[in-house]
């Protein structure tokens, strides 16, 4: 059974700094193409970054590049977002999801987390 | 990297079918055979409903449908169920020069 869990979201000022790492298990990781979605309150879902299963690509919606990294360890199943220079709107639920398909422009998020709540506020 | 445009919502009683639509561009929905489907619950993740336009993934009932034609893409519903009240959302592939994804703006499902 494939599980996806979010850790590390909670509460930040403007222009601070926070990681969310999501553990994966239940299938070939180091194979998988890992993706961020994020969801702010009452809105809808916002692609926010990807990363190849080797980590030789990583991308990144407009809003976000140059502020978040992604990153994966496959030693340890597990992938994470580093969220630098946060600002207001930034907050929201990040999922983590799994990616799927042949190549990158027909993948799809099959299978995903339940999220970690990120909240950007002084 | 526009949202895609759905109705914000749609309605119908049980047994009836639905359809939703995303529409998008020449560089997104019209370009790719990327299109999916994704249902959310109140306070619950996305959950993936039908993946490259038409194809359902392993447990989704087969009343679920897609298709595209042009930049349009399309969910229809039928025999609607309670259960099928939620949140539905579409999602594309996007011409950029590195991979992205766009999703739509969401369409809440009512089961009258």
């Known amino acids: ?122 | 990297q526009s949202a895609l445009t759905q109705p914000a919502s749609v309605s119908g009683s049980p047994g009836q079918s639905i359809t939703i639509s995303c529409t998008g561009t020449s560089s997104d929905v019209g370009a790719y055979n990327s299109v999916s489907w994704y249902q959310q619950h109140p306070g619950k993740a996305p959950k993936l409903m039908i993946y490259e336009v038409s194809n359902r993934p392993s447990g989704v009932p087969d009343r679920f449908s897609g298709s595209k034609s042009g930049n349009t893409a399309s969910l229809t519903i039928s025999g609607l169920q309670a259960e099928d009240e939620g949140d539905y959302y579409c999602s594309s592939y996007t011409r950029s020069s590195t991979p992205s994804y766009v999703f739509g703006t969401g369409t809440k499902v009512t089961v009258l």
């Open chain 1, 1 to 122: 059974e494939v599980q996806l869990l979010e850790s590390g979201g909670g509460l930040v000022q403007p222009g601070g700094s926070l990681r969310v790492s999501c553990a994966a298990s239940g299938f070939a990781f180091n194979t998988n193409a890992m993706s961020w979605v994020r969801q702010a309150p009452g809105k809808g879902l916002e692609w926010v970054s990807a990363i190849s299963g080797s980590s030789g690509g990583k991308y990144y919606a407009d809003s976000v590049t140059g502020r978040f990294t992604i990153s994966r360890d496959n030693s340890k199943n597990t992938f994470y977002l580093q969220m630098d220079s946060l600002r207001v709107d930034d907050t929201a639920v990040y999922y983590c999801a799994k990616l799927r398909g042949p190549d990158w422009n027909v993948l799809c998020f099959d299978y995903w987390g339940q999220g970690a709540l990120v909240t950007v506020s002084s």
